[in-house]
Nanobody, 126 residues
Framework: QVQLVESGGGSVQAGGSLRLSCAASGYTSSRYCMGWFRQAPGKEREGVATIDSDGSTTYEDSVRGRFTISKDNAKNTLYLQMNSLQPEDTAMYYC????????????????????WGQGTQVTVSS
């Protein structure tokens, strides 16, 4: 059973930066598709960024150029570096892994991800 534990959320002012971390455990596969999602109050959960075991990444349009997803395979830890944060980035951020862990296309579709962390809150004030 894949387990995911996020950390690194907090409150920052617009223009600031945060780095989210997600410690992953419970799997042995070297192939994976993992990602970061967010959900603001009253809105649907949306995919922010994904990364697969080949190193390919995808980004939601509003974060491209500001956010960077990466994974340290030695530490089994997924990261999301968030720069130039804006109030509209305020949301609960979730780490997720695809179920099954790998597929030819690592998309940001919520329905493709079956393993989720508990979430970490990011609040950006203007």
């Amino acid at each position: 059973q894949v387990q995911l534990v996020e950390s690194g959320g907090g409150s920052v002012q617009a223009g600031g930066s945060l780095r989210l971390s997600c410690a992953a455990s419970g799997y042995t596969s070297s192939r994976y598709c993992m990602g970061w999602f967010r959900q603001a109050p009253g809105k649907e959960r949306e995919g922010v960024a994904t990364i697969d075991s080949d190193g390919s990444t995808t980004y939601e349009d509003s974060v491209r150029g500001r956010f960077t997803i990466s994974k340290d395979n030695a530490k089994n830890t997924l990261y999301l570096q968030m720069n130039s944060l804006q109030p509209e980035d305020t949301a609960m951020y979730y780490c997720a892994a695809r179920r099954p862990l790998w597929a030819e296309f690592c998309t940001r579709l919520v329905a493709d991800f079956g393993y989720w962390g508990q979430g970490t809150q990011v609040t950006v004030s203007s």
